[in-house]
């Protein structure tokens, strides 16, 4: 069993940046892919972005390539989130999960606004 914890979101302006984390507990995380997604006031949950269990391989939506960077760290059992040149339209409640996500994994997410 995995338990994950988001945090690092809050309050920036469009243009800002932000680093979200995401602490794992539970032995197998390593050999987890992981995922960030993301969910805005009225939509359905959305994918953001994955990284291999090495770190070698990501993938992003096309949304937020070229401004986000998913990274993690195996030693921390953690994985992180760098945003940056935040737009209106990133603000959500953002998550991290495996890749392909699990119903039992879902956390309670970070809270992220972008004010224009």
């Known amino acids: 069993q995995v338990q994950l914890l988001e945090s690092g979101g809050g309050l920036v302006q469009a243009g800002g940046s932000l680093r979200l984390s995401c602490a794992a507990s539970?032995?197998?995380?390593?050999?987890?892919?992981m995922g960030w997604f993301r969910q805005a006031p009225g939509k359905e949950r959305e994918f953001v972005a994955a990284?291999?269990?090495?770190?070698?391989?990501?993938i992003y939506a096309d949304s937020v390539k070229g401004r986000f960077t998913v990274s993690r760290d195996n030693a921390k059992n953690t994985v992180y989130l760098q945003m940056n040149s935040l737009k209106p339209e990133d603000t959500a409640v953002y998550y991290c999960?495996?890749?392909?996500?699990?119903?039992?994994?879902w956390g309670q997410g970070t809270q992220v606004t972008v004010s224009s």
């Open positions: 999960n495996a890749y392909p996500p699990r119903q039992d994994y």
């Open positions: 539970g032995r197998t995380f390593s050999s987890n892919v």
């Open positions: 990284i291999s269990w090495s770190g070698g391989m990501t």
